[in-house]
């Protein structure tokens, strides 16, 4: 029993820390799956396509504290926005890989940004290694974290803006691709929560921190609510970004932070309008959320709604997706909660990348390069294109 318990315990921490892509490479080829093609095609989002860099990795020392970046860049000089994304708990910066080759595809400098606490290391201490991840997952996900955090996603920019200075006109390292006037914020998990503080939401009674003018808009990767303390309107009210959600009816996490998906459509609801977006997928794990190239073989994550070799299964009669559908609600969040009626039993793991791929992509054209196109797209053919597959919402 002594040699079998640290097996399991390095099992169930490979559980909790999968999200960075890692795993099923045994059973799946490098490189993105292929996609299915939809007979809505010819509406599909016309974003840039760039040749890229190669990605760049490297640990900055921000504010005495030691964090991981991966930064992965269009070929050409540039310049170009800055998407600083926030990586989930426990995960690596190289995690969301799906989500962050688009963005740079589509001519954003992509700095993925993980502190050492917050990364793989998150889940080597004591509490974890009793099998006490909850308790971890509260402590990184208490409000008393946010200055913290804050303070660090402020530092790695600041740190992006003096190396690109420092580079001067040679043109040398991905920060010289840098447009220091136009930053967006993208987030999963955890790292969704930072972001949306940036956006405006209220953590505490306090008000929150103004965000820096060149920050326009945010992604909130499976955003978390947590309904204790003050209201669930207060904490979203002062949010006045442009703010683009994206959960799923399976999007609950393995450390039992949030068991009922519907709470993570709360923050969506509570936002003031203006440039707000929900996109809800029909299915999708957690995992997915996390911009993981192919589904886990994991059975926690099978259970979730993923059949092994990438087939999204129909959770359209599971208890969580009607109670859900016939409430129209985020535990007790009100009527605007938006509605499919079925999830499409023929959605894979390829299909729903897809659709955040091309719907955040647009969200970012629009709000950052100020793009009408991606606006009108948006607008008028998005949710068409996606066919069932998922539900735009926009207030």
């Known amino acids: 029993m002594r040699t079998s318990m640290p097996l399991l315990c390095v099992a169930v921490i490979a559980l909790l820390s999968g999200c960075a892509g890692t795993r099923g490479a045994a059973q799946y080829p490098s490189g993105p799956l292929p996609v299915p093609a939809r007979a809505s095609d010819a509406l599909a989002y016309g974003a840039a396509k760039h040749s890229l860099a ?5 640990t900055w020392t921000v504010r005495g504290e030691e964090v991981d970046v991966t930064l992965l860049a269009p070929a050409e000089r540039g310049p170009f926005p800055l998407l600083v994304y926030l990586p989930g708990l426990g995960e690596s910066s190289a995690a969301g890989s799906a989500w962050r080759r688009a963005w740079a595809a589509a001519g954003y400098v992509v700095l993925s940004a993980q502190s050492r606490s917050n990364g793989p290391d998150a889940w080597r201490g004591e509490r974890a290694r009793s099998f006490d991840f909850r308790t971890v997952a509260l402590e990184h996900f208490s409000p008393r974290t ?3 955090r804050l303070a660090t996603i402020q530092g790695v920019i600041d740190e992006a803006f003096r190396r690109q200075r420092t580079s001067g006109n040679r043109g040398e390292g991905v920060e010289a691709r840098i447009d220091p006037a136009r930053i967006a914020i993208a987030g999963y998990d955890v790292g969704a929560l930072s972001a949306m503080v940036v956006a405006g939401q209220n953590v505490s009674d306090q008000p929150g921190p103004t965000p820096l003018p060149a920050i326009r808009a945010v992604i909130a990767l499976s955003p978390y609510a947590d309904f204790a303390g003050m209201g669930t309107e207060a904490r979203f009210r002062d949010v006045r970004l442009p703010v683009l959600s994206v959960t799923s009816p399976e999007d609950t996490d393995a450390y039992g932070l949030v068991t009922s998906a519907a709470v993570r459509r709360a923050p969506f609801q509570y936002m003031p ?12 794990p957690h ?3 996390g911009g993981q190239e192919h589904p886990s073989t994991d059975r926690e994550d099978n259970r979730a709604g993923v059949r092994t070799g990438g087939a999204m299964a129909d959770r359209g009669t599971s208890r969580e997706g009607r109670s859900a559908r016939n409430r129209g609600d985020a535990s007790g969040a009100g009527s605007a909660t938006p509605v499919i009626s079925r999830p499409d039993p023929g ?7 897809r659709n955040v791929q091309a719907v955040s992509t647009a969200f970012l054209d629009a ?3 100020d793009e009408g196109r991606a606006t009108d797209w948006l607008a008028r053919d998005a949710q068409r294109w996606l066919e069932g597959s998922a539900t735009l919402i926009a207030k």
């Open 146 to 148: 946010i200055p913290e």
């Open 54 to 58: 190669d990605p760049a990795s490297a």
């Open 347 to 353: 959605a894979s793991w390829a299909t729903q990348l």
């Open 287 to 289: 995992s997915l959320l």
């Open 273 to 284: 309008p203006g440039r707000k977006y929900l996109l809800l997928l029909a299915a999708g």
């Open 367 to 369: 709000t950052v390069k």
